[in-house]
C-alpha cells in the first residue's frame, strides 16, 4: 500500500485538445471529430477545467488481440450455462437459429459503436460518446445505468463462483468463510489491475482463452458424437415455434450477446483505438456467437429438444459420463471468474472517466505516477461490488441491467445520428448506411424496453433521480469552479 501514496492528480486538464495532440503516439493521427463540448454554462470554449500543469497519461498497452479477449470475456459469461435449456423449450431444435439471429441484431449495436468510439479514444465509453453528443445531463444518465448494472452484474458473479466453488469445498462458501473468500476472489484480479494495465489486459486474455477451451471441448465431443445424424434435419422438417416464442427466445438471446459495451470504456489505453476497436468488437463477437450457436447445437445433439434447467451439466453428463458435471462446474467457475477480471479492466475506467470530466469526486481521477493505471477508482469499485456481493443486496442492481441495456445502446446509436450531423467530418470510421443501422437499433431498444414490467421501470426512474443528483451537483461545482478563477 506504501506506493499508494506515490499517485500523483490527474489534473483538471485531462479533456485538453492541446495536451491531447502532444501526448498522443506516433502513428495514431489524432482524431479531428473529437467535438469535446464546453461545460454546462461556460462562457469558453474550452474545458472549464483546463490547466496548465502536465498531466498523468494513460499508457496505451491494450492491443487488437488483447481487447479481443476483452470482449469474449464481457460477452460470455454465466449465461451460456443456462441460456441454451431456455432456448430449447422455447424452439426446441430450431434453437441454434437464435443465437444466429441475436448476433445478427448486436451486431447493428456494435457497427454503430464502432464509428461513434473511434471519434473518442479517451476513457468512458457511452458517457464520454452520450455526454459529447447531448452533454452533460444525458452523459450522467447513460453513466449510471452502466456503473450501477456492472457492480450488480460482478457482486451476482462473485455468488455464483463462490456457489460452485463450495460445491467442491463447502466450508469455503458457508458462514463467515464465504465474504472472506469473495473478497479474496475479488481482491486478486484489483491488484493485478492496479499493477498496469499490461498485466490486466493480460489477464484478461488468459481468461478469455480458458474460457474458450472447455466449451470448444465440449463441442468438439458433442459434434463427434454417434446421435448427430439423427440429430440433424432438413431444414422443411425443423419446428415452426410461435412467433412469440421466437420473440421471447431472441430477447434472452440479446441479453447473452451484452457486455461488449464493456470494451469501449478503457479506450485511453487501446493502442490505435481507431483500427483496434472496430476489429475487436467484430473478431469478439465472431467468436461469442460460433461459441454460442454450437454449443446450441451440441445442446440440440445430445440432450435433444427437451428443456432442462442445468443444459451444459446434462451435456456434461452424456459425452463425459460422471465427470462431466465437475467438468462443467469448473468450467462455469473459469467463465464467471473471467468477466470480474475483464470488469475490473475495463469498468473501472468509468469512475476515473466521470472525475476527470468534473462529474465525480476528483480522488478517482488519479493515476499512479508508477503504473499509471486509476488505483482509486478500481479499489473504489472492487469493495463496492463486494460489499454488494457479501451483503446480498446486488439483486436490485441486477435487475436494472436489463432496462441499462437497452439505454446504453440507444444512446450510442443516438449519438451516431447527432455526430454525423453536428460533426460531419473528421479522422473517424464512418460506417456503411450508419444512420440507417442507428435508426433500427433504437426502434430494437424501444421495443426491449417496452417489455419491463413495473418493477424494472421504478428501478429505472430511481437510477435516473440518481444521476441527476449527480449532475446537480457537477453543474454547481462547475459553478464554484468558474468563481474561483482570478479574471484576467
Not at 434453437?95 to 448476433?103: F, K
Not at 465525480?360 to 488505483?375: C, D, E, I, Q
Not at 463496492?384 to 450510442?412: E, H, N, P, Q, V
Amino acid at each position: 500500500m506504501g506506493s499508494l501514496g506515490r499517485s500523483a492528480g490527474v489534473g483538471e486538464d485531462r479533456r485538453d485538445v492541446v495536451h491531447y495532440l502532444r501526448t498522443t503516439p506516433r502513428g495514431h493521427p489524432p482524431t479531428a471529430g473529437l467535438g469535446f463540448r464546453p461545460a454546462i454554462g461556460s462562457k469558453n470554449t474550452t474545458n472549464y477545467r483546463r490547466q496548465t500543469k502536465p498531466r498523468m497519461a494513460f499508457i496505451r498497452a491494450i492491443g487488437r488481440w488483447a481487447l479481443t479477449g476483452l470482449v469474449i470475456n464481457c460477452i460470455i459469461g454465466g449465461s451460456i450455462f443456462g441460456l441454451p435449456g431456455e432456448l430449447n423449450r422455447l424452439l426446441g431444435s430450431s434453437s441454434p437459429l437464435a443465437m444466429v439471429a441475436g448476433a445478427l441484431a448486436i451486431g447493428v449495436f456494435i457497427a454503430c459503436a464502432a464509428e461513434v468510439g473511434s471519434r473518442f479514444p479517451v476513457a468512458g465509453g457511452t458517457y464520454v460518446y452520450v455526454r459529447q453528443a447531448f452533454g452533460r445531463f444525458a452523459g450522467l444518465q447513460a453513466a449510471w445505468f452502466y456503473l450501477l448494472a456492472t457492480l450488480g452484474g460482478v457482486a451476482a458473479v462473485a455468488n455464483v463462483f463462490v456457489s460452485y466453488l463450495g460445491g467442491l469445498v463447502p466450508s469455503l462458501a458457508t458462514g463467515w468463510a464465504r465474504p472472506l473468500t469473495t473478497a479474496v476472489l475479488i481482491a486478486v484480479p484489483t491488484t493485478i489491475n492496479c499493477l498496469g494495465v499490461r498485466s490486466g489486459a493480460a489477464l484478461s486474455s488468459v481468461f478469455a482463452v480458458a474460457k474458450l477451451l472447455p466449451l470448444a471441448l465440449l463441442i468438439v465431443l458433442g459434434l463427434s458424437h454417434p446421435s448427430v445424424h439423427t440429430a440433424l434435419m432438413p431444414a422443411a422438417d425443423l419446428p415452426t415455434p410461435s412467433l412469440a416464442a421466437w420473440f421471447t427466445a431472441l430477447l434472452a438471446v440479446l441479453f447473452a450477446y451484452g457486455g461488449w459495451e464493456d470494451a469501449l470504456v478503457p479506450c485511453e489505453e487501446v493502442k490505435e483505438p481507431r483500427r483496434t476497436l472496430p476489429f475487436a468488437l467484430t473478431a469478439g463477437l465472431i467468436v461469442s456467437a460460433l461459441t454460442y450457436t454450437l454449443v446450441q447445437s451440441v445442446m440440440v445433439i445430445t440432450v435433444g429438444s427437451t428443456a432442462t434447467d442445468h443444459p451444459l451439466a446434462d451435456i456434461g453428463s452424456v459425452l463425459m459420463g460422471r465427470a462431466g458435471g465437475v467438468f462443467v462446474s469448473a468450467a462455469a467457475m473459469v467463465s464467471t471468474y473471467g468477466y470480474i477480471t475483464a470488469s475490473l479492466l475495463a469498468a473501472t475506467r468509468l469512475p476515473y472517466s466521470l472525475a476527470a470530466e468534473g462529474d465525480g469526486p476528483a480522488f478517482l481521477a488519479t493515476l499512479h505516477s508508477r503504473f499509471h493505471t486509476p488505483v482509486y477508482a478500481i479499489v473504489t469499485f472492487a469493495v463496492i461490488a463486494w460489499a454488494l456481493a457479501a451483503s446480498g443486496t446486488f439483486l436490485w442492481a441486477l435487475a436494472l441491467s436489463a432496462g441499462s441495456m437497452a439505454l446504453i445502446y440507444a444512446g450510442i446509436c443516438a449519438s451516431l445520428l447527432q455526430l454525423r450531423r453536428a460533426k460531419p467530418s473528421g479522422d473517424f470510421l464512418r460506417v456503411p448506411f450508419g444512420p440507417v443501422l442507428a435508426v433500427a437499433g433504437i426502434i430494437l431498444c424501444a421495443t426491449l424496453l417496452a417489455q419491463l414490467d413495473a418493477t424494472h421501470a421504478l428501478l429505472m426512474l430511481m437510477t435516473a433521480a440518481l444521476a441527476t443528483g449527480n449532475w446537480l451537483w457537477a453543474v454547481r461545482q462547475a459553478h464554484n469552479s468558474r468563481q474561483s478563477v482570478p479574471q484576467s
